[in-house]
């Protein structure tokens, strides 16, 4: 299915940005099969596309995600090759996150639990609606989180709190997901996609190179040694000042203007 006509997502190009809606409300936006493949369809639209500086991830009607549709999985007739495939789609839709050059912002408007809380932890920023609230039920129905949760939640709130939500399922709201650090920021509701269109735009304004080296760095760190990540930090600002945008940062600074970054 093509990108630009998805059935499960609506897609929108504002500038910039592509705010990229989960449009499934009547299911609370859970998911299926073919949204995880459409999504990743837009993610690689986005990734490929070098208008496009960030993308926004938010939900259509009163729930950002609340995870797989059980509906549809108590109706599938799967083989276990089938069910490890749709296992594996949560996965990389979360990878893809993660690994996208590009700032991904997750725009909490309501419920995000399970595969929703896990794809808004893998994005780089979290940015909540008051009321929403955010959870990982796994254990109150027999399984286990996916999409990196168990290794980026702990980096976000620290391995004491991390350890509480994982373990009792429980939910927070915005206000608490801002305090404990998995929200970058909080706001009432009728001014939530606002804030989640002014960072992006902010995101959008820096240079893409920079930003796409910075964000592969900052992923990885916990993971490299020192000596790696002064090595790799060092190969990364000398790719930067190969750049036209290097020598734009130069001039703009020394002419006292806003640059006017390429991407190249």
Same mark, same amino acid.
């Not at 999504?39 to 995870?67: H, M, N, Q, S, W």
């Given at each position: 299915?093509?990108?630009?006509?998805?059935?499960?997502?609506?897609?929108?190009?504002?500038?910039?940005?592509?705010?990229?809606?989960?449009?499934?409300?009547?299911?609370?936006?859970?998911?299926?099969?073919?949204?995880?493949?459409?999504?990743?369809?837009?993610?690689?639209?986005?990734?490929?596309?070098?208008?496009?500086?960030?993308?926004?991830?938010?939900?259509?009607?009163?729930?950002?995600?609340?995870?797989?549709?059980?509906?549809?999985?108590?109706?599938?007739?799967?083989?276990?090759?089938?069910?490890?495939?749709?296992?594996?789609?949560?996965?990389?839709?979360?990878?893809?996150?993660?690994?996208?050059?590009?700032?991904?912002?997750?725009?909490?408007?309501?419920?995000? #639990?399970?595969?929703?809380?896990?794809?808004?932890?893998?994005?780089?920023? /979290?940015?909540?609606? $008051?009321? +929403?609230? !955010? &959870?990982?039920?796994?254990?109150?129905?027999?399984?286990?989180?996916?999409?990196?949760?168990?290794?980026?939640?702990?980096?976000?709130?620290? #391995?004491?709190?991390?350890?509480?939500?994982?373990?009792?399922?429980?939910? /927070?709201?915005?206000? $608490?997901? +801002?305090? !404990? &650090?998995?929200?970058?920021?909080?706001?009432?509701?009728?001014?939530?996609?606002?804030?989640?269109?002014?960072?992006?735009?902010?995101?959008?304004?820096?240079?893409?190179?920079?930003?796409?080296?910075?964000?592969?760095?900052?992923?990885?760190?916990?993971?490299?040694?020192?000596?790696?990540?002064?090595?790799?930090?060092?190969?990364?600002?000398?790719?930067?000042?190969?750049?036209?945008?290097?020598?734009?940062?130069?001039?703009?600074?020394?002419?006292?203007?806003?640059?006017?970054?390429?991407?190249?």
């Amino acid at each position: 299915m093509s990108p630009a006509s998805p059935e499960t997502l609506i897609i929108d190009r504002q500038e910039a940005v592509m705010e990229i809606r989960f449009n499934r409300p009547h299911r609370l936006n859970a998911v299926v099969e073919a949204f995880y493949g459409e999504l990743l369809a837009a993610l690689a639209e986005a990734k490929a596309d070098p208008e496009v500086r960030c993308v926004i991830l938010t939900g259509e009607g009163r729930a950002f995600c609340v995870g797989a549709d059980m509906k549809e999985h108590g109706g599938a007739k799967r083989t276990l090759y089938q069910r490890r495939r749709y296992l594996q789609l949560g996965n990389d839709v979360c990878e893809a996150i993660l690994r996208h050059p590009k700032p991904v912002i997750a725009a909490v408007n309501g419920y995000a #639990l399970g595969a929703g809380a896990e794809m808004a932890v893998a994005c780089d920023f /979290i940015v909540m609606a $008051e009321e +929403a609230q !955010i &959870g990982f039920p796994e254990t109150s129905i027999g399984t286990c989180v996916g999409g990196g949760v168990s290794k980026l939640l702990p980096q976000l709130v620290g #391995l004491n709190m991390a350890r509480q939500l994982l373990y009792t399922g429980r939910r /927070i709201d915005g206000h $608490e997901a +801002a305090r !404990i &650090g998995l929200a970058t920021s909080c706001h009432a509701a009728e001014r939530l996609m606002q804030q989640a269109h002014e960072l992006a735009e902010s995101l959008s304004r820096q240079a893409p190179v920079s930003i796409a080296m910075l964000k592969r760095l900052v992923n990885q760190g916990s993971d490299t040694g020192l000596e790696s990540q002064l090595q790799q930090e060092l190969d990364a600002v000398f790719t930067c000042s190969t750049t036209a945008d290097w020598q734009e940062g130069v001039d703009a600074f020394a002419e006292k203007r806003t640059p006017r970054f390429q991407g190249h």
